[in-house]
């Protein structure tokens, strides 16, 4: 018998939707939206949630949910930049995951919890829309693109915590920095502010403080002497890049 070829079906590629240009949705008070996951859904979808996503504004240091306590609300950012950390017992911090306008703060409720194990607080301060969970959870139930667009973003954020923690177990402090720097360049561009801690006599600000101090493609704000934070900029993207 002759062999045959054995031809196996074409598989459908799932496409990723375009997202429509920043401003030309917005808010029902006329906010221009600039998040990624907001201007990607069809216009069925973005009409469920319109009525419902409050804009706010999310300053330095604003705690947007606790680890382990009920999410009350689901961030859509515009601008600036939330971290994602896990507090050990001894009061320490690790960041494991960045978010900023591509994604979602509040990722537990796409797959049907209310809860997470993180603390999200904001690092670099902007704005954004915010919905009640509820109402995000009832709207995933008859918004399909929204769901696959969530489950993407989920899966790519388990990633992202992978990376960084495989990072800061493997990694000189420039290396985890340049990963920092490279990921928070694409979003901000060359200019990126950094703030830490306050750097007073034992804080981690201050050990961040000497630490950035080695690396040449950055620069300690004129600023961070009188306001008493570290304040850093990037000079060269391509050095995070590179």
């Given at each position: 018998m002759a062999e045959q070829d054995i031809r196996l079906p074409k598989t459908r590629k799932l496409e990723k939707p375009?997202?429509?240009?920043?401003?030309?949705?917005?808010?029902?008070?006329?906010?221009?939206?600039k998040n990624v996951i907001l201007l990607s859904l069809p216009d069925r979808e973005f009409n469920l949630l319109r009525p419902y996503l409050e804009y706010v504004d999310l300053p330095h240091h604003r705690i947007l949910h606790e680890a382990g306590d009920r999410i009350e609300f689901a961030h859509f950012l515009n601008q600036g930049l939330a971290s994602l950390?896990?507090?050990?017992?001894?009061?320490?911090s690790v960041e494991v995951a960045l978010v900023g306008k591509e994604g979602?703060?509040?990722t537990p409720l796409a797959v049907g919890l209310d809860r997470g194990p993180y603390r999200a607080i904001m690092q670099i301060s902007g704005d954004g829309l915010r919905v009640k969970s509820d109402v995000l959870t009832e709207t995933l139930v008859s918004a399909s693109e929204l769901r696959v667009i969530l489950s993407r973003y989920v899966l790519m954020q388990g990633l992202q915590v992978a990376q960084i923690?495989?990072?800061n177990r493997l990694h000189e402090i420039e290396q985890r920095l340049f990963r920092s720097a490279a990921g928070n360049s694409r979003i901000f561009g060359t200019n990126v502010r950094y703030g830490t801690s306050q750097?007073?006599?034992?804080?981690?600000?201050?050990?961040?403080?000497?630490?950035?101090?080695?690396c040449s493609w950055l620069r300690e704000d004129s600023e961070s002497e009188r306001s008493g934070r570290c304040s850093l900029r990037v000079l060269s993207r391509a050095a995070t890049l590179s």
């Open positions: 375009s997202p429509l240009r920043a401003g030309m949705r917005t808010d029902i008070t006329g906010k221009p939206i950390v896990v507090i050990t017992s001894d009061g320490r979602m703060v509040g923690a495989a990072c750097c007073q006599p034992g804080s981690r600000g201050l050990a961040a403080r000497r630490d950035y101090r080695k």
